[in-house]
């Protein structure tokens, strides 16, 4: 199923807001964890803000990302699809739209020619 840009805005914003919540919930929501998962998942639903027209988005920064910056935000969208599909499983409705959501989204997050299942190279 193909989604479009304020589909993709709003899964990303759900699933910022479930991350928020259960790291408070575990008593962990103002530990550097907890800020700097939030921090790329502000900056994943600001991208895909940006592209469904979203006029908060429209006005924040950052404006571009750089390519290790992307390639995170893919790999925790990635990451997070694959535990849900794992925790959730497919077998109602609800969870199979929600992880077929997360998969979509990391598909448009992700760069082209970027896998998460290739090593990266370091010099």
Do not use: Y
């Amino acid at each position: 199923m193909t989604r479009n840009p304020a589909q993709l805005h709003q899964i990303a914003r759900n699933e910022r807001a479930r991350r928020k919540a259960a790291w408070s919930a575990a008593g962990q929501g103002d530990t550097t964890r907890a800020h700097q998962d939030d921090v790329i998942w502000s900056n994943i639903v600001l991208m895909v803000g940006r592209a469904a027209g979203d006029v908060d988005c429209q006005g924040r920064g950052p404006r571009d990302w750089t390519l290790p910056e992307r390639i995170t935000m893919a790999r925790n969208a990635w990451a997070t699809a694959c535990k849900a599909e794992a925790t959730l499983g497919t077998a109602t409705d609800d969870a199979l739209r929600k992880v077929a959501g997360l998969f979509a989204l990391f598909r448009w997050l992700r760069p082209t020619g970027w896998s998460p299942l290739i090593p990266e190279v370091t010099a």
